[in-house]
């Protein structure tokens, strides 16, 4: 069974960093694209940044010049590093994969910018 796992979340402060890291598991193909998403409190779920296979990258606007998303494809696993973190960056991240025919979601990572 397929299962994407993220680490990295934690409590940072406002202007501060943190490196988010999904790894999937139980996998012999290769994602089509993958990426981050987070939902803050009271929020809908919004798109961060992905990075389909072959193609560019896309980001949020809110998080442009910030965040860079990356992505080694042979291990299946992305990262997010997240720089000049500010309190509306608090949500819970959650790592997204898809390939053909199929869409998958990790459980999240919470991520707290204190300020």
């Known amino acids: 069974q397929v299962q994407l796992v993220e680490s990295g979340g934690g409590l940072v402060q406002a202007g501060g960093s943190l490196r988010l890291s999904c790894a999937a598991s139980g996998i012999s193909f290769r994602f089509r694209a993958m990426g981050w998403y987070r939902q803050a409190p009271g929020k809908q779920r919004e798109l961060v940044a992905t990075m389909p296979t072959g193609g560019s990258t896309n980001y949020a606007d809110s998080v442009k010049g910030r965040f860079t998303i990356d992505r080694d494809i042979v291990k299946n696993t992305v990262y997010l590093q997240m720089n000049s973190l500010k309190v509306e960056d608090t949500a819970v991240y959650y790592c997204?994969?898809?390939?053909?025919?199929?869409?998958?979601w990790g459980q999240g990572t919470q991520v707290t910018v204190s300020s």
């Open positions: 997204h994969a898809v390939r053909f025919g199929e869409t998958f």
